[in-house]
C-alpha cells in the first residue's frame, strides 16, 4: 500500500508538469485520475492504521482487565503448549510495559519442571515440560515472572491434592479479592470456580485461548513494524 502511495504521487507529481508546460483541459481530466487514486489509496491506508491501533487498544484492554490487574495463574498445560507462542509473547510485551510480573508459585513451577527428572516420564511430556521451562527462563531473563514460596502445607486436603494451578490461586486469592485463571480445560476451571466460590473470591477465567492467539500474532507484528507503542499513555 506504500508503494501504491508513492507511486501515486510520482504519477501525479508527472502530470502535473506536463499540464504546466502545456495546459489542455483534456490533460486536466487525465490529471483528476492519479489525485483520486492517491486519495483513494491514502483513506485505504489510513483506515489500515486505524484498524491495527484499535485492534491493539482492544486486546491491551483486555489484558490489563484481566491478566495485569489481579492476580494472575496460568495453568500448566497453556505454559507447555508450544501453539501459544504470540499469546506468551504478547504478554510478555505488556509485561514489561506496564512493569509488571507474574507469579509463579513453586507448586506449579514443581509441576511445569519435575518431568525432567522423572524415569517415567515419556517423550512427550519431556518435550513439553522443556518447553515450559525454556519459556520460564525467558521470562526469569527479561525479569518479567517472580517465583514465589508459599506455605502449601496450610491448604487443606482436597486442595493440596488438586491440580497445582487450583492450588496457586488459592495462595493468590489470599491476596487478592480476584484472581484470573488462563486455562483451557474445562475440568481445571470448574474445580478453580467451585475453589474461589468456597473462598467468596471472584474469579476470571480466560479460554479463549485460541481466538486470543491469533489476536496475539498481529498484535506482536505490530509492535515489531513500529505501528503500535504498547500501552501508549497507560490506557
Known amino acids: 500500500m506504500r508503494w501504491g502511495l508513492v507511486i501515486g504521487f510520482v504519477l501525479t507529481t508527472v502530470l502535473v508538469v506536463i499540464v504546466s508546460r502545456s ?3 483534456y490533460l ?8 483520486f487514486y492517491l486519495i483513494g489509496m491514502y483513506r485505504a491506508f489510513t483506515s489500515s492504521a486505524r484498524k491495527v491501533k484499535r485492534d491493539a487498544w482492544s486486546l491491551e484492554k483486555t489484558f490489563l482487565k484481566d491478566l495485569l490487574r489481579d492476580a ?3 495453568d500448566s498445560t497453556v505454559w507447555q503448549n508450544e501453539n501459544y507462542g504470540n ?3 504478547a504478554l ?3 509485561l514489561a510495559a506496564a512493569g509488571k510480573k507474574i507469579i509463579l508459585y513453586d507448586c506449579q513451577y514443581q509441576e511445569l519442571t ?3 527428572n522423572r524415569a517415567d516420564a515419556g517423550e512427550d511430556l519431556q518435550q513439553t ?5 525454556t519459556l520460564i527462563e525467558q521470562f526469569q531473563a527479561r525479569d518479567l ?3 514465589e514460596t508459599a506455605d502449601e502445607s496450610s491448604l487443606e486436603a482436597g486442595a493440596a491434592a488438586g491440580p497445582a494451578a487450583v492450588q496457586a490461586l488459592i495462595l493468590a486469592a489470599r491476596a487478592s479479592r480476584n484472581v484470573t485463571l488462563v486455562s483451557d480445560n474445562r475440568g481445571l476451571i470448574a474445580q478453580a470456580r467451585k475453589a474461589m466460590k468456597k473462598r467468596k473470591t471472584g474469579l476470571t477465567v480466560i479460554d479463549s485461548l485460541d481466538d486470543l492467539e491469533a489476536a496475539c500474532r498481529n498484535y506482536c507484528a505490530a509492535v515489531d513494524g513500529q505501528k503500535v507503542i504498547p500501552l501508549a499513555g497507560r490506557r
Open 23 to 25: 495546459f489542455n483541459p
Open 145 to 147: 515472572i517472580t517465583r
Open 72 to 74: 494472575a495463574v496460568i
Open 28 to 35: 486536466l481530466v487525465l490529471l483528476l485520475l492519479p489525485v
Open 129 to 133: 515440560t522443556a518447553h515450559a521451562q
Open 92 to 94: 510478555s510485551i505488556l
Open 87 to 89: 499469546f506468551f509473547e
Open 114 to 116: 519435575g518431568a525432567e
